[in-house]
């Protein structure tokens, strides 16, 4: 039996902000039981959902020091769908209303949960053969596993593994401030290893010091070698191109099934969606306040609102796309200004446009269901998650050919009558256009072309089968079998 431990700050279903959540929620319990136990160490955060803290088990606590303070590590235990979580406790850096706020306050936050992670382990008895970082939030956690945790018996030859789900945030601050929340010596602090362009950086420190990296698709693995996706880094990353591979995201095919979907008004699936899938486009727009009209095409975007996904291209070409005869529904939060750009066009274009600023699973799993298109134009997209489930529910997606969105989603080939979605290869508002206008005259003038790439998008598969294979099969290899 081979011991992994996922370490994240974000899993679903306890706690998500974005696919990150869904990734280490979904992942671990796709693992062959027979040879991994795969365990899972988050946050305790107070703005958890409340049903999973009740049955929360506690099991013992302790204190670290850290910057010449002591701190609480209190620690909480669940089993859920067959998988073990552990919950790390500490009022002071986890009552926040949100996982995440401003990153002093984080980078502290989870240098802590790094070493409260690594500090549980003798105490719930479990060894991990492989530690699996994700994101900046654990990058400290393969340099301690070389430094100080690397001494004692207990912790001596762990493997570790660092995923990218976003270069973009790397956790960097000025080389004192993280020296002293991290304990780490001055060794350290150099070019090499966690200094980067004069200060100091968790991410690189774990890109450094893992034994192995991914991210999450071939594309991005191959992009952020290169000085436009690199955010700095790579040339670390071309330097570690032999341990760096990128293994494509899969979604929990069981959350998200349109014929068992809690959250739907008219289950479906790829034989019926013709009659049902309509009828959830009907109640969305009576919800919403659209036009009720279930010929009008609806485009869906769910998404944070941030320069990542795009969205400057839509607000240049936003006016435009509404003289089309097509609804456009949007659920998101973040950046301001994309907030009010939405809110604007809600108030001037109202049976047409529907902005919903806010978080709800809910409404995003109707919007995947009911809409007949799915927006995702992103700058850079490391997987992208949200192009899946709009695949699974056969909600056609138009993309940018970057990152995952290129290796997930296969253009339209009208010819060959290829594809599962559309596709544009430039960063530039009216190349989108001219695809969405592309896909909408598919729709409108070529009902049955749209049907066969909807038969084509709900037949993919996007599961964990072969990616969770692939990780398996990484894990062998770093352990040497
Ligand atoms: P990212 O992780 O970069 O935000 P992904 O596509 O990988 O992008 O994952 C986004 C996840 O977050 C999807 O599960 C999507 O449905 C969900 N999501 C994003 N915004 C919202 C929202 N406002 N309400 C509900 N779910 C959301
Ligand atoms: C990040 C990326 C997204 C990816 C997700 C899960 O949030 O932005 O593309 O799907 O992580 O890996």
């Excluded at 996922?6 to 306890?14: G, I, K, L, R």
Aim: hydrophobic share 35%; aromatic share 16%.
């Amino acid at each position: 039996m081979k011991n992994i431990l996922f370490v994240a700050s974000e899993c679903v279903p306890f706690i998500k902000t974005g696919g990150l959540a869904d990734v280490v929620g979904s992942l671990p319990k796709c693992f062959d039981k027979k040879y991994f136990d795969c365990r899972v160490v988050i946050p305790k955060y107070l703005c958890m959902k409340h049903e999973f803290v009740e049955k929360m088990e506690y099991v013992d606590n302790f204190y670290i020091d850290m910057d010449n303070k002591s701190q609480y590590v209190g620690i909480f235990k669940m089993e859920y769908e067959g998988v073990i979580f552990y919950f790390v406790d500490n009022e002071y850096f986890f009552s926040g209303e949100r996982p995440y706020g401003d990153i002093l306050w984080d980078i502290e936050k989870f240098i802590f949960f790094s070493r409260a992670a690594l500090s549980i382990l003798p105490v719930v008895n479990f060894r991990p053969h492989i530690v699996h970082c994700h994101d900046w939030q654990t990058g400290l956690i393969p340099v301690y596993l070389k430094e100080r945790f690397h001494e004692g018996e207990f912790y001596r030859d762990m493997k570790s593994v660092m995923t990218i789900h976003n270069l973009k945030f790397q956790g960097s601050w000025d080389v004192k401030t993280i020296k002293a929340y991290s304990g780490l010596p001055d060794y350290f602090f150099t070019p090499d290893k966690l200094e980067a362009f004069k200060d100091a950086n968790m991410l690189k420190g774990g890109l450094v010091y893992a034994d192995a990296i991914t991210t999450v698709s071939e594309t991005y693995a191959e992009e952020i070698k290169t000085k436009f996706y690199g955010e700095h880094l790579e040339g670390l990353l071309k330097a570690r191109s032999k341990d760096l591979r990128g293994i494509v995201n899969g979604i929990d095919y069981d959350d998200y099934n349109p014929e068992t979907d809690k959250y739907i008004d008219f289950k479906y699936n790829a034989k019926d969606y013709r009659k049902e899938k309509l009828k959830n486009k009907k109640a969305l727009q009576q919800q919403l306040g659209l036009e009720v009209n279930e010929k009008k095409m609806m485009i869906g975007i769910v998404s944070r609102l941030t320069d990542q996904k795009g969205f400057d291209l839509i607000a240049y070409i936003m006016d435009e796309l509404c003289q089309m005869d097509l609804q456009v529904v949007v659920l998101g939060t973040g950046e301001e200004r994309y907030e009010n750009m939405f809110r604007h066009f809600d108030w001037k274009y109202n049976n047409k446009v529907s902005a919903n600023i806010y978080y709800s699973e809910e409404l995003s799993h109707k919007i995947y269901a009911s809409c007949d298109a799915f927006l995702m134009p992103s700058l850079f997209e490391p997987c992208g998650l949200s192009q899946l489930m709009a695949l699974r529910y056969g909600t056609v997606p138009i993309v940018r050919e970057t990152g995952g969105l290129k290796d997930t989603v296969e253009p339209y080939n009208e010819y060959e009558s290829t594809g599962t979605g559309f596709s544009f290869v430039n960063y530039n508002a009216h190349e989108m256009l001219n695809t969405i206008r592309y896909a909408f005259d598919v729709y409108v003038n070529r009902r049955r072309e749209w049907n066969k790439i909807i038969d084509r998008a709900m037949a993919a598969d996007f599961s964990w089968n072969v990616s969770a294979r692939k990780y398996q099969e990484m894990y062998d290899w770093l352990l040497g079998y």
